[in-house]
C-alpha cells in the first residue's frame, strides 16, 4: 500500500538548513531562510498562505464561462497580469509589451487589495466610487507619514542645535568669558502641523485604475473565464485644459529659467552661482515650436541612440547660394523603441526658427539638451524634469496657477489651429495627435472655418450639382491605370491612414542621410 500524501505544509530541510513548502510529492521549493531568522514561524505560515492561496485561484482559473457571482475580482486581476505582463507574447491583441509595466502592477496590487474577497458582479457605481475613497485615503495616510518623517528630522535638528548650544554654554564657563559669537545655524520654523482635510479629494483618481479594471475584465471573457462582460462604471472625464500661454508668458518663462542660479556638482564637489535651470530653458524651447510630449524631449539626444530620441543636425550645400546651411530633423522615435497607437511619434524637420537654437547648443557639446548637467552622481544623462518645471512654474505665475508641463504642447497646438492655411490633417501629423483627437479638442478655435462653409452656402451655387436639369457631361472623370485602380491623392491617403499621418511638408521632401533617405524638408 503507498504511502499516504500529505497535505501542504511548511518543512525544515536539516541537509540545507532552509525552510520549504512541500505539497506532496511533486511540490517542493526552498524558501530561502532557516531558523536564524528570528520570525520564521511568521514567514513559513505567511508564505503557506500564499502558495496555498495562489493554488486554489489556479485552480478557479481553470473553470469556464463561470457566472459573475463565482468569479473573484482578485482572480480576474491575476489573469490580465498573467497575460499582459509576467506571460506576455505578442497577438493580435496585445502586439506589444506595455510602455511602463511597474506603474501598471502598482495599479492592479491596489485593486486587488481593495476588491479581495469581492466578485465581480460586486463592480457598480457603490463599489467604484468606494474604491475611489479608498485610493484617498492611501494618499492621507502617505501625506502623513510624510509629515511623520518632516517633524522626526526637525526634532532631530532641535536635539543637535539644543547639544550644540550646551556645549558653547560649557566652553563660555570654561574660558571665563562672557559672551561667545552666535551660532550661524539657526533653527528653521517646525513644519505644519498634519491636517488630514488639507489632503485634495481627486474624485477621478480612480479612472486609470479602473480601466485597467475594464481591459481584465475583457481579457476573462475572451479567455472565456468569463460568460460576458460587466461593465465598470468610470468617474467624469476631467475637463478640457484651458490653460494656455501667451508668447510673452513664454518669454518669462524661458528667461526665468536661463537666469536662476543655484548650488551644483562639479568634479564630484558643490559649487555655487550656477546656472541650474539652463536646461529647463532649452526644454521649454523645445516644447514651444515642437508641440512634441514630455517623454520626447526630455530623453532626446543629439547622439543617434538606439532606445531614446534624437536629433539629426547636417550641413547641406545650398544651390542657391552655394553656401553650407544647416538642416535638422527631430527623429521623435528611436530605432529599438516602439510606437503605441495611442502615443504616435512621427518624425518632423525641424522649424527655421528653432534651427539656430540647436545649433548652437550641438556645438556647445550638449549631448542631451534637456539633461541637468550639474548632478550630484556626476552623470550628464536625461532625467525626470517635473519636479523643477513645478517650481518654475510657480516662481513666475504663482502657486495657485493652473499651467502645467502639458500646457506647451496645448499651447503649440493651439497656435497651430488658429493658423487657417494650415490643415488640420498637416498640423495632426506635426504633432504626432489623431485628426480626431485634434478636431474634438481644438476645432472650436477654427471659427472661420464655420464662416466659410456658411458663405459657401449662400453664394448662389450651393446644390446646383444635385438638380435635376444639371449637365453631367461637363464632368471630367480621372483615367484609371492598367490594373483599374484610382491613384489616391494626399486627401485619400490623409483619409484612409490618419493616426499615422506625418506633417505634409516634411513628407514631400526628401534629403538623403547618412542612413539613407528619410523624411525631412530641404
Not at 536539516?14 to 505539497?23: L, T, Y
Not at 539652463?278 to 547622439?303: D, Q, V
Request: one cysteine or more; proline letters at 6%.
Amino acid at each position: 500500500m503507498g504511502r499516504k500524501a500529505l497535505p501542504a505544509r511548511a518543512w525544515y530541510d536539516k541537509s540545507s538548513k532552509k525552510w520549504h513548502i512541500r505539497d506532496g510529492a511533486d511540490v517542493k521549493f526552498s524558501l530561502g531562510f532557516g531558523y536564524e531568522v528570528d520570525d520564521w514561524e511568521k514567514q513559513c505560515e505567511k508564505a503557506l498562505a500564499k502558495y496555498l492561496a495562489e493554488k486554489a485561484a489556479g485552480s478557479r482559473l481553470l473553470v469556464k464561462n463561470q457566472e459573475t457571482t463565482d468569479v473573484l475580482v482578485t482572480d480576474v486581476l491575476a489573469k490580465y497580469l498573467e497575460v499582459r505582463i509576467t506571460k506576455w507574447k505578442p497577438d493580435r491583441h496585445f502586439p506589444h509589451p506595455l510602455a511602463r509595466p511597474e506603474d501598471t502592477e502598482n495599479r492592479l496590487m491596489a485593486l486587488s487589495e481593495y476588491w479581495a474577497g469581492k466578485t465581480v458582479d460586486d463592480i457598480d457605481e457603490d463599489t467604484t466610487d468606494g474604491f475611489t475613497n479608498f485610493l484617498h485615503s492611501r494618499a492621507v495616510q502617505r501625506a502623513r507619514e510624510l509629515s511623520e518623517r518632516q517633524w522626526t528630522r526637525w526634532n532631530e535638528r532641535k536635539e543637535q542645535l539644543h547639544a550644540a548650544a550646551v556645549a558653547r554654554e560649557e566652553r563660555r564657563i570654561q574660558e571665563r568669558r562672557k559672551s561667545l559669537p552666535e551660532p550661524k545655524k539657526k533653527l528653521p520654523p517646525p513644519p505644519p502641523v498634519f491636517n488630514p482635510g488639507s489632503v485634495e479629494y481627486k474624485d477621478k483618481a480612480s479612472t486609470r485604475y479602473l480601466e485597467d479594471m475594464r481591459s481584465a475584465i475583457t481579457v476573462a471573457v475572451r479567455k472565456k473565464m468569463l460568460k460576458y462582460v460587466v461593465p465598470v462604471p468610470l468617474p467624469a472625464k476631467y475637463p478640457r485644459r484651458q490653460a494656455i500661454f501667451t508668447a510673452d508668458e513664454v518669454k518669462r518663462l524661458i528667461d526665468h529659467a536661463a537666469s536662476k542660479r543655484g548650488v551644483g556638482w562639479i568634479d564630484g564637489k558643490p559649487v555655487k552661482d550656477l546656472p541650474i535651470w539652463e536646461h529647463l530653458s532649452r526644454f521649454m524651447t523645445l516644447a514651444i515650436y515642437t508641440g512634441s510630449r514630455k517623454s520626447k524631449m526630455t530623453r532626446a539626444s543629439f547622439k543617434d541612440e538606439p532606445d531614446r530620441p534624437w536629433i539629426e543636425l547636417r550641413q547641406v550645400m545650398n544651390p542657391k547660394t552655394g553656401q553650407k546651411e544647416w538642416r535638422g530633423f527631430f527623429h521623435r522615435l528611436g530605432k529599438d523603441e516602439i510606437e503605441y497607437d495611442t502615443k504616435k511619434a512621427p518624425g518632423i524637420a525641424v522649424p527655421a526658427v528653432l534651427l539656430p537654437h540647436l545649433v548652437k547648443w550641438y556645438e556647445q557639446g550638449i549631448i542631451y539638451p534637456c539633461a541637468f548637467p550639474y548632478s550630484q552622481s556626476g552623470r550628464d544623462e536625461p532625467g525626470e524634469i517635473a519636479r523643477a518645471m513645478r517650481k518654475c512654474l510657480r516662481e513666475v505665475f504663482g502657486r495657485d496657477t493652473k499651467k502645467v508641463i502639458h500646457t506647451f504642447r496645448h499651447t503649440a497646438a493651439t497656435w497651430l489651429v488658429a493658423r487657417p492655411e494650415l490643415t488640420m490633417a498637416a498640423i495632426a501629423g506635426y504633432l504626432g495627435m489623431s485628426i480626431e483627437v485634434l478636431m474634438r479638442t481644438y476645432s472650436h478655435i477654427r471659427q472661420g472655418d464655420n464662416f466659410k462653409v456658411g458663405k459657401a452656402m449662400s453664394d448662389g451655387r450651393y446644390g446646383q450639382e444635385f438638380t435635376e436639369d444639371y449637365d453631367y457631361t461637363t464632368l471630367d472623370f480621372v483615367e484609371l491605370p492598367e490594373d483599374g485602380r484610382q491613384k489616391s491623392t494626399v486627401i485619400d491617403r490623409i483619409a484612409m491612414n490618419e493616426n499615422e499621418q506625418e506633417s505634409i511638408g516634411s513628407e514631400e521632401n526628401v534629403v538623403e542621410t547618412t542612413h539613407g533617405v528619410d523624411r525631412r524638408s530641404a
